[in-house]
């Protein structure tokens, strides 16, 4: 086969409709259940976005996103057990997860452990490469509890 014919075949077989190159895997995040749970979060419905993260995180075990968003929620009902749970099940499943390291961060904070915090802000210090906002947010509250503390 000379090159411009194996060319061609190399070329419709990377356009047809069958092959790899157009096919998008389905989304395993289940958007609908995460895009409701972030209108309870909006609305500050924190009640809600527990009811709907619970069975999501359920379905999808595998989901960071999901068990942020949990953690986030818990937190805001000042459940700190099962927030600070279903943060680090979220930084298991992605130890580079920006949300899930700035939120258990704050959690520490408010729970008066800035060693702990302090851990989650070199983190995302090191995964940042060049500051994001999840790192400047969290070094903002770090900042504030330090100089409430008095340290």
Known sequence: MNRIALLASVLLLAVSPGSRANYDPPDPAAPSEL???????????????????????????????GYNLLGYSYRHLKRYDESLAAYNRALTLDPKHRGAHEYIGEAYIQLGQLDKARVHLDALDRICTFSCQEYRDLKKAYEAARLTRGN
């Open 35 to 65: 895009a409701q749970a972030s209108k309870f979060i909006e609305n500050k419905n924190w009640t809600g976005a527990v009811a709907t993260l619970i069975p999501f995180t359920r379905a999808n075990p595998g989901n960071a996103d």
